[in-house]
């Protein structure tokens, strides 16, 4: 069976540049208009969402972020949050690194909110030099669409927001393109497991809103060895 390609949709507000350095990589991307995220792409795992934002802006935007990063979590399988630059600690107020004067909120304050976020379900990856940003999307890209790493995810990822995964539930995540949130959502129908495996693609994709992702899974069902 052919390895299945996973283009990186690159919203079009991005450095125009950010496509073309991908496709340097042997990575493939588009560029496209995006509601949510900045790069998107689907994976083993279910679709993955990357938000970049600079230190500066997760301190002085307030809401906005908030309002950003939640659509993230509700839209994502894997919603992932890349923080651009550095920050540290001065007399107990948090210093971006390059953005001049300290500003006033407590670096306690700061870590705890990334925490929060984290407990919500939100991934967080560090990329202390901007320039190096599309080289840590890369990173990202290759982690996420390994097939090996599907079930470690799903079974030693904590959400909250999930609890734990039933056994229904992780049976659903191991289909293609389904995901741990879609899979959670799916396994609260009340039809068995069974029936549900014997959906046309119009059933499937009633539930997970893709017609592409239900034919993929119906594909899979009727594959013979």
């Known amino acids: 069976m052919e390895a299945t390609i996973y283009p990186v949709i690159v919203d079009r507000r991005q450095p125009e540049d950010t496509a073309q350095l991908l496709l340097g990589l042997d990575i493939p991307a588009t560029v496209g208009d995006l509601k949510t995220g900045d790069e998107v792409w689907d994976s083993p795992f279910g679709l993955v969402g990357v938000e970049e934002k600079t230190w500066d802006e997760l301190l002085t935007l307030g809401d906005r972020i908030d309002d950003q990063l939640m659509r993230c979590i509700d839209s994502f399988a894997?919603?992932?949050?890349?923080?651009?630059?550095?920050?540290r600690e001065l007399w107990g107020k948090a210093l971006p690194v390059k953005y001049?004067?300290?500003?006033?909120i407590d670096?306690?304050?700061?870590?705890?909110?990334?925490?929060?976020?984290?407990?919500?379900?939100?991934?967080?990856?560090?990329?202390?030099q901007?320039?190096?940003?599309?080289?840590?999307?890369?990173?990202?890209?290759?982690?996420t669409t390994k097939p090996t790493h599907r079930e470690l995810f799903a079974r030693h990822r904590k959400m909250p927001n999930l609890g734990r995964l039933s056994?229904?539930?992780?049976?659903?995540?191991?289909?293609?393109?389904?995901?741990?949130?879609?899979?959670?959502?799916?396994?609260?129908?009340?039809?068995?497991l069974r029936a549900m495996f014997g959906w046309d693609a119009k059933a499937w994709a009633s539930y997970l809103g893709s017609k592409k992702a239900a034919e993929r899974i119906v594909a899979l069902l009727e594959e013979k060895p």
């Open 78 to 87: 894997v919603p992932i949050l890349m923080v651009k630059g550095e920050v």
């Open 100 to 104: 001049g004067n300290p500003v006033k």
């Open 107 to 128: 670096f306690d304050r700061l870590d705890n909110n990334l925490f929060e976020w984290q407990m919500r379900g939100l991934f967080i990856k560090h990329c202390p």
């Open 130 to 143: 901007p320039e190096m940003r599309v080289y840590r999307l890369a990173g990202l890209w290759r982690w």
């Open 167 to 192: 056994a229904r539930a992780e049976v659903l995540a191991s289909l293609p393109t389904v995901g741990i949130k879609r899979a959670s959502t799916l396994a609260a129908v009340a039809s068995p």
